[in-house]
RNA sequence: GGCGGCGUACCCAAGUGGCUAAGGGAGAGGUCUGCAAAACCUCCAUGCACCGGUUCGAAUCCGGUCGCCGCCUCCA
């Protein structure tokens, strides 16, 4: 059965289909580089890179690209407000965006192009579409999108012209309200480059045109972003790039859905953010992943900080037992690579977990299957069967790389939950180990009350004992 | 006003006509333990916003009502 998606254009999951032997092209919207990106921007990469892991581990080449919007309104403003010029403004931002994407170890794309190094290829594209009647410049030295001689305009956010509000019309040199700039002419001070029409930049938009036709062609396989690019930059995209070349832009138009905080959305104006490297400062990254992926990626996801705890907690719970099942087998994790790693599943769970994931990405359904699995893994390394145990690890781990989840050795991610508890207890290593070593004395006097209060002083400072066969081990709270 | 989506247990959430409505978090009881913790076992929605309808059969399809959200302006 083939993976299939909901594609936004017609409204029903659709299977995808290679056009080309061997692989399919993915282009995501990535972010305008003018301030540090939030949660919101997580979830939609975290939506993109688990796509592409997943068709990956399926056996596709996945050529995946994802732009930087280096030059905009936005970015300009923000330049100014600051005092630096815009180029260094996105360059700063375009760094701190690796961190973040790092920090949450999505893949890398295949190609990570940015608008401000693409310019030819816009001024070229505009120049066409100019040519074809499609897009007429006005004094100022804007080039704009005529779009009522799109005739299939609105069919992505399935909307007409005539239903549409409009706002204020502000730019009165515009010959349709609904017109949208391929190009803008430069205002005194703004950073700009030469082009037929005089100083300028290029309008949002049609980077994304230019450059997804650059590196993938035309038509490609998938086209994605957040739900809130549907209208209008998607629309205006299919715009441009099909009234120029007379051929789809795209096939499958996928959209993640918002976040939201407390029943609104996520968003700058309403000052209601999240930043990435706040929730850095909170939890581990798969956390946040775990979290987006009991949801529907569709579905608008309300976050908060319980919620997060709450997948840090279950997140835990999955890492300990993987822990488990690599010490009974006296080994390091095992080494997945991720391509093909689930081309031909047999049976079993890992089928299962492909329907699960075939049927529109419903990686709520495979995780399910997950925790089933791993209740089933402790089952087995409470019974001492290692070499069932042993598989079901191997499962795991080829589903974490499919998902992104159980990047790390589990000992060392259990690890680092100590130290960060152990931080926020305000105790060293030394410390803890000798009031274990205490109570265990106290124990072994059968001086219980003692015992019990050591370990309930630890308790308080978020430090939990477990007596275990092998001895006492602590982690945190 | 136009378009799209949502309303499932204490919280989150899967489920798109038919076995006992997944799974997670929280909670309760049990096994284990000096006692705990962890793990495991058991329990936790005769019901899926509400009202009608179609059907042998509906959380799932149709109609209506109520409530909530997103897009229509920059937005992941």
């Not at 509000?165 to 309200?177: F, L, N, R, V, Y």
């Not at 609104?264 to 400062?281: F, R």
């Not at 699995?373 to 690890?393: F, K, M």
Request: aromatic fraction near 8%; include cysteine; proline fraction near 5%.
């Amino acid at each position: 059965m083939p993976l299939v998606l909901t594609n936004t254009l017609s409204g029903r999951k659709e299977p995808l289909v290679a056009r080309q032997a061997g692989g399919v092209r993915l282009y995501w919207c990535g972010v305008t580089v003018y301030s540090r990106s939030h949660v919101g921007h997580a979830r939609a990469l975290v939506t993109a890179d688990v796509l592409c892991r997943y068709l990956r581990a399926r056996g596709l080449a996945v050529t995946f690209v994802r732009n930087f919007t280096d030059i905009d309104d936005k970015i300009i403003r923000r330049a100014a407000e600051v005092g630096i010029p815009a180029a260094e403004l996105a360059e700063r931002e375009i760094h701190a965006f690796g961190e973040d994407v790092a920090w949450l170890r999505c893949l890398p794309p295949t190609h990570e192009p940015r608008a401000t190094a693409h310019i030819p290829a816009m001024l070229a594209l505009i120049e066409r579409l100019i040519g074809a009647g499609f897009a007429y410049p006005v004094a100022d030295g804007s080039v704009y999108f005529r779009v009522r001689r799109f005739a299939s305009y609105g069919k992505l956010s399935h909307r007409r012209l005539d239903d549409m509000e409009t706002g204020e019309e502000i730019d009165a040199a515009k010959e349709s309200p609904h017109d949208f700039a391929l190009w803008k002419g430069a205002k005194p001070g703004e950073p700009s480059w030469p082009s037929p029409w005089g100083a300028g930049r290029p309008g949002w938009h049609i980077e994304c045109s230019a450059m997804a036709t650059e590196y993938l062609g035309q038509p490609f396989e998938i086209h994605g972003g957040g739900s809130d690019l549907v209208f209008p930059h998607h629309e205006n995209e299919i715009a441009q790039s099909e009234a120029d070349a007379g051929v789809p832009f795209a096939d499958l138009w996928v959209h993640n859905g918002m976040i939201t905080r407390g029943e609104e959305k996520m968003s700058k104006s309403l000052g209601n953010i999240l930043s990435i490297a706040d929730v850095a400062a909170r939890a581990p990254a798969e956390a946040l992943r775990l979290l987006f992926l009991g949801t529907h990626y569709r579905t608008p996801l309300d976050f908060s900080v319980t919620r997060l705890d709450e997948s840090g907690r279950a997140l835990g719970r999955l890492y300990e037992a993987l822990a488990r099942a690599d010490e009974a087998a006296g080994g390091a994790p095992p080494a997945i690579a991720l391509d093909g790693a689930l081309a031909d599943p047999v049976t079993g769970f890992l089928a299962e977990f492909c329907a699960a994931m075939d049927d529109d990405l419903n990686a709520a359904r495979g995780l399910g299957l997950v925790f089933d699995r791993v209740r089933e893994l402790n089952r087995l390394l409470d019974a001492g069967d290692r070499a069932a145990a042993t598989d079901i690890r191997r499962e795991l781990a080829v589903v974490g790389a499919a998902t992104g989840l159980f990047a790390e050795p589990p000992a060392e991610f259990l690890e680092s939950v100590r130290r960060r508890g152990q931080e926020r207890a305000g105790l060293s290593a030394a410390e803890i180990e000798s009031a274990i070593a205490a109570r265990n004395d106290a124990r072994r006097r059968k001086d219980f009350r003692e015992a019990d209060a050591i370990r309930e002083r630890l308790r308080e400072q978020g430090i939990l004992l477990e007596d275990g066969p092998s001895g006492t081990i602590w982690k945190a709270g």
